[in-house]
């Protein structure tokens, strides 16, 4: 069965470094998305994205957040100095219609 | 605005007996709904979904939900539980095909299952 999958599974970043996290969506999905989830809390949407540019952002997504697709196939988010209330979890996620499938996430610690 | 409510933070089921997971919602329109598990450490992976039609739908794992609209609710059940399905549920709410619609998910309910 066709999966988003996401690279790393585990970073430890230090606090004001910049953090590319890598996702593959699956490959005829149209819309791609960026969730995130903090220890103990609850899946919280960044950013969705569609036909090359963002389609909806949260109050979460503020300027050190930015997504890329460089190529045909990955989808980025970029934290550009982090802090330490980034550190969570973060998903990837894509849907060609009605169902958004997740990714196994990647875990962000900033130290 | 769209919200989801699971009320319970956590359960604690003995292993066989019946579970259900409680999940109430806010929508301005009939709303497609999802059941995720997360294991420990784990993505997310789809339980089930509700789109329409028939008000009870099965998903993987045994596992199955009910719509009821009159009571903006879609909990979830499993009439014998296993000691792997000790995880975090989450309950959501949205409609992707729409405009890429984001979801909206619940706190969750974390279940833990004893011998």
């Known amino acids: 069965e066709p999966e988003v999958t996401q690279t790393p599974s585990h970073q430890v970043t230090q606090m004001g470094q910049e953090v590319i996290l890598r996702c593959v969506p699956i490959s005829n999905h149209l819309y791609f998305y960026w969730y995130r989830q903090i220890l103990g809390q609850k899946v919280e949407f960044l950013v969705s994205f569609y036909n090359n540019e963002i389609s909806e952002k949260s109050e979460i997504f503020d300027d050190q957040f930015s997504v890329e697709r460089p190529d045909g196939s990955n989808f980025t988010l970029k934290i550009r100095s982090t802090k330490l209330e980034d550190s969570a979890m973060y998903f990837c996620?894509?849907?060609?219609?009605?169902?958004?499938?997740f990714g196994e996430g990647s875990w962000l610690t900033v130290v | 605005a769209q919200s989801v409510t699971q009320p319970d933070i956590h359960i604690t089921v003995s292993e066989g007996a019946s579970l259900e997971l409680r999940c109430n919602y806010s929508y301005g329109a009939t709303p497609y709904l999802f059941w995720y598990v997360q294991s420990p450490g784990q993505g997310l992976q789809l339980l089930l979904k509700?789109?329409?039609?028939?008000?009870l739908v099965q998903g993987i794992k045994g596992f199955e939900a009910e719509f009821k609209r009159s009571q903006s609710s879609f909990n979830l059940r499993k009439p014998s539980v296993h000691w792997s399905d000790a995880a975090e549920y989450f309950c959501?709410?949205?409609?992707?095909?729409?405009?890429?619609?984001?979801?909206?998910f619940g706190t969750g309910t974390r279940l833990t299952i004893i011998p």
């Open positions: 996620a894509s849907t060609s219609g009605n169902t958004i499938y």
């Open positions: 959501a709410v949205g409609r992707p095909n729409f405009g890429n619609e984001k979801l909206t």
């Open positions: 509700y789109f329409s039609g028939d008000t």
